[in-house]
């Protein structure tokens, strides 16, 4: 038998690999992680992911933005406030979901880069 394709984590975007464990139950595996199948998707998170395209959609085609300025757009306090950096793993997660739902592409160096294994500072923009 042959294994099933991947899976994206509903949660983090990160890709879910086939194992054993799971056979019976593919289908219904939506979380890498228990830890991600308890954080879910929260409206902070959806938030994230509409501020992306918006972001993106003011820039010129094949423009970048970088993950801290979804995270200070959607941080609700004032210029001065160091909270948003409390977003930028929310925003990288929010970040690789577009990735799996074919809207964005992150890339490093100009490069596009795998999600999961992206490490580092990264840039998002729009699929080319």
Known sequence: M??????TCASCGRRIEWRKKWERDWEDVRY???ACRRHGVTATDEALERTILELLEKRRGGATICPSDAARAVHDGDATDEGWRDLMEPARRAARRLVAAGEVEITQKGSV???S???GAIRIRRTR
């Open 2 to 7: 042959s294994t099933p394709p991947d899976k």
């Open 117 to 119: 294994t992206a490490k």
């Open 32 to 34: 890498c992680s228990a």
């Open 113 to 115: 880069v795998d999600p």
